[in-house]
């Protein structure tokens, strides 16, 4: 006799958005997650907070036992609006280019990475995931139902984020941030694990001569016709 299989429920969608540090993907990754009322994943945050917790340990970032050892015990949590490692509320502090350059350094180690896939992975949860990242559709969701590549020249995210640290009374210079923003993309590409590539299914966006409204519902639209062909 044969029994009926058991229905396994299907997992919930998830559309990943890996791109470039400055890009506008995280901006783009929450307003779709927003307006499909899915979750978000920042990937970028755990990495971030990691090398903070290194930084405030006096860990050396290129330790990567240590570093590792601070990853799988991460006491961070995204609650109201804001990012906390443990008590402490550190959601500005995480986006300092000093910790952003620690996060890169991080993100190169394996042990750091493996640590932080089953938490990432974690954050697929119903109605549906939108992913933020660089490698969210290669290696963390690799069957996400939607992958977008969102980039724009370096230049113009250099630009973006000159325009974001003046608009916050910060002083900037744009020559330095175009040389950061290429020595972070040569790092975060050419490392060994998980280097920042598209997906080969991926959407390629370029957002240099697009507004954000236009990349969110390129995105959108996107998703809409992927789901489509899943249902067909
Ligand atoms: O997206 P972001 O600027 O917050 O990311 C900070 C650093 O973390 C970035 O230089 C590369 C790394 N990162 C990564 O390696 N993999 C991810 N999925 C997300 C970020």
Not at 5 to 29: N, R, W
Not at 64 to 74: P, Q
Request: aromatic fraction near 6%; hydrophobic fraction near 45%; charge should be negative.
């Amino acid at each position: 006799m044969n029994l009926p299989l058991p229905l396994t429920p299907d997992p919930a969608p998830v559309i990943t958005i890996d791109g470039p540090s400055a890009s506008g993907k995280g901006t783009v990754a929450e307003r779709v997650a927003s307006l499909l009322g899915f979750h978000f994943l920042d990937s970028g945050a755990l990495y971030r907070l990691t090398a903070l917790s290194a930084m405030k340990s006096g860990v050396a970032l290129d330790d990567e036992a240590r570093v590792g050892e601070l990853a799988v015990a991460l006491p961070a949590t995204f609650r109201d609006g804001a990012v906390w490692l443990a008590d402490e509320n550190v959601s500005e502090a995480i986006r300092a280019e000093t910790v952003g350059e620690g996060a890169s350094k991080v993100a190169a180690l394996p042990a750091v990475r493996a640590a932080l896939l089953d938490r990432q992975r974690a954050y697929r949860q119903a109605p549906g995931l939108v992913a933020d990242g660089r490698d969210m559709g290669t290696v963390i969701f690799p069957d996400a139902v939607a992958k977008v590549f969102l980039t724009a020249s370096a230049e113009a995210r250099a630009e973006r984020r000159y325009k974001q640290l003046i608009g916050k009374g910060n002083s900037a210079s744009l020559a330095a941030l175009v040389a950061d923003m290429q020595a972070r993309d040569a790092r975060d590409t050419a490392r060994s694990v998980a280097p920042l590539k598209p997906a080969p299914d991926a959407l390629f966006l370029d957002t240099t001569e697009m507004d954000v409204e236009s990349a969110v519902r390129a995105v959108l639209d996107y998703y809409a016709s992927c789901d489509a062909r899943n249902k067909l």
